[in-house]
């Protein structure tokens, strides 16, 4: 059984203690707890069962890249925060971008995971895409114009990430712009 293993083809293998299948709706949890009681030390399908409940794990810790968060907000409002990503599933972030197309704006980017506020701000030249990633001597964003660049880049997890932006000056009314790439289990 490899990664690509869907968990109802997973539980047709699983039994409870009275080898009767378990139900489609019982969790992982449901499913380790039932091969305690299912004979898997004499049972002779024991071997299925355990490589079962392995790649029914392997696909829980699995992370799938999901369709980048976007937002193209048009004439945004000084002091507004404008939602690129709003997820509560287990989430992974690997990136956030942002841009505006006023000369003059200060932009400010918030990312809230599981609780927690990181931020970060930056006077933005118009057009111009701007990176953000996690600040390793205090906690909070740093925002600058250098891409994506391997290795400079730490994943951010948590049960719930939200990624916000506003602009904190009134210099026009040129779209805001914010882009996030993730994945979620």
Not at 56 to 64: G, H, K, P, V
């Amino acid at each position: 059984m490899g990664l690509g293993v869907r968990e109802d083809d997973v539980r047709r293998f699983v039994v409870n203690g009275s080898g009767n299948p378990l139900a489609t709706d019982k969790s992982l949890k449901d499913m380790i707890d039932a091969l305690a009681g299912s004979g898997f030390v004499t049972g002779t399908d024991s071997l299925w069962k355990l490589s079962a409940v392995l790649a029914a794990i392997r696909q829980e810790l699995t992370f799938q890249h999901q369709p980048d968060a976007t937002l193209v907000q048009l004439a945004p409002v000084q002091n507004t925060w404008y939602t690129i990503l709003d997820t509560t599933s287990n989430c992974r972030l690997y990136s956030v971008s942002v841009l505006v197309w006023t000369t003059g704006e200060t932009l400010e980017v918030k990312v809230t995971i599981d609780g927690q506020v990181l931020t970060g701000t930056l006077a933005a030249l118009p057009t111009t895409y701007y990176y953000c990633d996690l600040l390793l001597y205090m906690a909070g964003l740093s925002i600058d114009i250098n891409g994506l660049l391997i290795g400079k880049y730490t994943p951010l997890e948590g049960r719930s990430i939200k990624v916000e932006v506003r602009k904190t000056t009134a210099a026009g009314t040129g779209t805001l712009e914010g882009r996030a790439v993730y994945a979620k289990r």
